[in-house]
């Protein structure tokens, strides 16, 4: 399975994270050992990071 680098913005944590679906917009992964589910977005496919929210908290990855 691919992996990526989450990193909470909010804090500067950075996680690991199995790709579970990547498309030129669309990133979901599950952080690794966690049964987690993020699912992040560009706004347009020329954007260099994912973003998405969770629990009141934003993450990046650049999917690779």
Known sequence: ?????VICT???KK???????KKDRKL???LSNTTIKIT?????PHDAVYIG??????FT???E
């Open 40 to 44: 992040l977005h560009k706004d347009t």
């Open 53 to 58: 929210r969770l629990h009141g908290m934003e």
């Open 10 to 12: 909010d804090n500067d």
């Open 1 to 5: 399975m691919n992996t990526t680098t």
């Open 28 to 30: 979901v992964v599950v």
């Open 61 to 63: 990855s650049t999917g």
């Open 15 to 21: 996680s690991a994270a199995d790709i579970l679906e």
